[in-house]
């Protein structure tokens, strides 16, 4: 279960929403930004194909995934890693400007 979630009588919140309304919320912003639909988990894929692509380490594309390190136990114990060092390494991945702009990016969200 992700962290900071409830579970409550079977399901599962996230912030107040149950997945399947995080669902429905996604596919229509989608569908407002004339995008084509994708689900959470297609995300998920896409984002560690370009953290891949982009020179993202391995074991940071693990942790940002929330994957385990089975029996990496060096990672798993020692391999603390900062929100920083975290942003440094999505920070590699470059969407062009067009895509930016096209979901309403403007820059100023201090992200």
Known sequence: MAKGAIQDEGSVYLGGRSISQFR???KSTLRKLELPER?????RHTFSRLCESYGVQEADRKRMLGHSFGNDITNGVYGHRTLEEL???IEKIKVPETALKNIGFTGDSGL
């Open 24 to 26: 429905r919320d996604m």
């Open 39 to 43: 689900t959470p988990h297609s995300c």
């Open 87 to 89: 942003r440094t390494e």
